[in-house]
């Protein structure tokens, strides 16, 4: 069965950190691209971080550049964001994604709130 599962999410206080993992199962996650997307109620789904098959690169949103760092570990068939350094405005729902060719597949989603 084709699975990913996000998971980490929570509620944090501004400046704080919090690390989001994507594990995936029932596929060769290693040959995917995997993308981290956030959206809030009434905004369209935004791109935050992107990491190549086997992670030959990365990329990131200007908004959380130097902040948020994408990992893998293939090994363990996950991917991770790691997010340093959390604003309010960080506040959204994260989900992972991950596509090769005509095949994608999308998480649940995991709720992360900055706030004090």
């Known amino acids: 069965q084709v699975q990913l599962v996000e998971s980490g999410g929570g509620l944090v206080q501004p400046g704080g950190s919090l690390r989001l993992s994507c594990a995936a199962s029932g596929f060769n996650f290693n040959l995917y691209a995997v993308r981290w997307y956030r959206q809030t109620p009434g905004k369209e789904r935004e791109l935050v971080a992107i990491?190549?098959?086997?992670?030959?690169?990365?990329n990131y949103a200007d908004s959380v550049k130097g902040r948020f760092t994408i990992a893998r570990a293939n090994a363990k068939n996950t991917v991770y964001l790691q997010m340093n350094s959390l604003k309010p405005e960080d506040t959204a729902v994260y989900y992972c994604?991950?596509?090769?060719?005509?095949?994608?597949?999308w998480g649940q989603g995991t709720q992360v709130t900055v706030s004090s």
């Open positions: 994604h991950a596509k090769r060719l005509s095949y994608e597949y």
């Open positions: 990491s190549t098959s086997a992670g030959g690169s990365t």
